[in-house]
């Protein structure tokens, strides 16, 4: 399939290089700055445009891949073109409904993964939600997605809302826990790396034990001495005691609950 | 070497199975019930006993492993006995100073990771954090960790309360974010395995990048269309509404300073 580029941001870098993986084409990158286009578009060797009426039309897909703001107001501006050309569209954005896209044959592929430029994502195991407006374009969006990945689901724009804020638990705010504990490491000159076992071993737990099921530490067995003993060494620093304190009493809600 | 466990829960489990496999015996294991004191025993092929004054005091380490609220009075129980026999004692605990173990030869020996029962830990990749109250039992204590761990470590009673406050966040406090998402998405009908791929690309991130520039996500971008409507969904839950309006404050606050 000959796919256009929309953006060339963690997201639209890993999807291209998924894409070419796959054994199809990117027919061309957009990016509002001509840098950005032109640095991915070396990546995929292919054509770029930094300029919206340019974006090629003729792809069997287009994919939008731009900050969510951005979204809406893109598909506003390619909208003419696109129902003159009958060009199928979709966007990757986990918490954006499909109709947002104001275009005829419009659809969603929003591949559930954190992505940072610098890093690539091996795309065949990331999870792809996937929506279309239509039965048709369903089938060509599934069979797109299948070729990149091994897990493929369709899902509703109002489900994919829960999905997305599920994983901005999973992902964002667990990544944010370690990065207040490499901060208070780094005032004791204690190196972040020493943590790497530990975060591993939390994580691999939750393949085989239900995270409820898995929660260890002060707050799961309530051990008042070891938390206000915590809370205040903490004392220096408002943003961490509170959400010491706020994260303690959650683990202690959902822990009686069991 | 002889090792006396006194304790018989996750980390007195997974430390019991460690020792054995690096060679040396548990020759008994104390638990205050007569039931999980044999459950342990049984798996290490050892003696066992629920009476303080039959603890087998002959050992090279008697390895103190049970709550932190109980050591120093288990400490104080087993003072006298201790003293006739010259015994050397450590304990397991993260945020406990060594000096609790108000007995004459004392240590520490801190395995820093998350022990459920339910699973066994490879004890060689384990951090473990180490001390002692003279350069001789420094000496033994060092040995003893060498052979069961790769990764051994001194550390004053001071710095490992910072140690231990870091991994509640790495780890406990991760682990909560994805029971926050599990009952999110069981509500929805979405299953929890479908946030593993995203769970395990946030972990390996952390070998190559720091915890500050991995994070991706709303919060990061102070996406605050999204971030209000996230908080909009999270209304019938202040609990999980709260933590999320904190964290994002609190991803934004660090990734300001970056």
Redo the contacts between chains.
């Keep these: 399939m000959n796919i256009t580029l929309i953006g060339a941001g963690?997201v639209a870098t890993s999807l291209g290089l998924g894409i070419i993986a796959a054994g199809h084409s990117v027919i061309q990158v957009y990016s509002r700055t001509a840098e950005s286009a032109k640095r991915l578009a070396e990546q995929l060797s292919c054509k770029w445009t930094d300029s919206i009426s340019d974006i090629d039309l003729s792809a069997d897909i287009c994919i939008i891949s731009v900050?969510?703001?951005a979204i809406a107001t893109l598909s506003e501006q390619l909208s003419k073109r696109a129902q003159t050309n009958g060009t199928l569209f979709v966007h990757t954005a986990g918490?954006i409904p499909m109709d947002v896209l104001n275009l005829p044959r419009r659809g969603v592929f929003y591949p559930?993964?954190?992505?940072?430029r610098?890093?690539t994502?091996d795309f065949h195991?990331?999870?792809v939600f996937i929506e279309a407006n239509s039965e048709t374009d369903h089938v060509v969006i599934e069979n797109f997605a299948k070729s990149l990945s091994n897990?493929v689901?369709t899902?509703s724009s109002e489900?994919r809302?829960?999905?997305?804020?599920?994983?901005?638990?999973?992902?964002?705010?667990?990544?944010?826990?370690?990065?207040?504990?490499?901060?208070?490491?780094s005032?004791?000159g204690?190196p972040?790396d020493?943590?790497?076992?530990?975060?591993?071993?939390?994580?691999r737990?939750?393949?085989?034990?239900?995270?409820?099921?898995?929660?260890?530490?002060?707050?799961?067995?309530w051990?008042k001495?070891?938390m206000s003993?915590?809370e205040e060494?903490?004392a220096d620093d408002a943003?961490l005691q509170?959400?010491?304190r706020?994260?303690s009493?959650?683990?202690h809600?959902?822990t009686q609950k069991k």
Tied chains: 1, 2.
């Design positions: 963690g900050k969510d703001d918490s559930m993964q954190t992505f940072s610098q890093r994502v195991s990331v999870p897990s689901h899902l489900d809302k829960w999905l997305h804020v599920a994983a901005v638990f999973c992902c964002n705010f667990a990544n944010h826990c370690s990065a207040l504990a490499s901060t208070l490491l005032r004791h204690i972040f020493t943590m790497l076992p530990l975060i591993d071993e939390t994580t737990k939750l393949h085989t034990l239900s995270p409820v099921d898995a929660q260890t530490g002060p707050a799961a067995r051990d001495k070891v003993a915590h060494m903490l943003d509170r959400i010491y706020i994260m009493e959650s683990i809600n959902i």
